[in-house]
């Protein structure tokens, strides 16, 4: 894991979550409608979420815990990316096939946040 990889864990989620707030409605079509409250609801949190699992990651101290939150948010936020891909089976190809490429990026996200927690340091 190259000494840098914390880091770019933290800005990856720092992105994700302040583009919650930039682009909710894109967001707020992924919520499943399941859950209960409004999607707006659901997607401003993980908004928040996002963001405090990426100070938790770029902190040291915080880092071991919050990269494990954070492997264990990318397996919780799985349903809302199938609900994407299902969604889009009747978009335009590049819709549908960016959507359905988003499923089997979870697995190295969890892996890659799992690595940041067993070795903080970001060292090789």
Known sequence: MPPRSPLLLAGLLASAGIAHFAVPKKFDETVPRTLPGSPRTWTYASGVAELALAAGVAAPATRPLAAKAA??????????????????????????????????????????ARGVARNPKGQS
């Open 71 to 112: 492997a264990a948010f990318f397996v919780a936020v799985f349903p809302a990316n199938v609900k994407m891909a299902v969604d889009s089976r009747h978009s335009p190809s590049r819709r549908r096939t960016a959507a359905f490429a988003r499923l089997p990026l979870q697995v190295p996200l969890v892996l890659w």
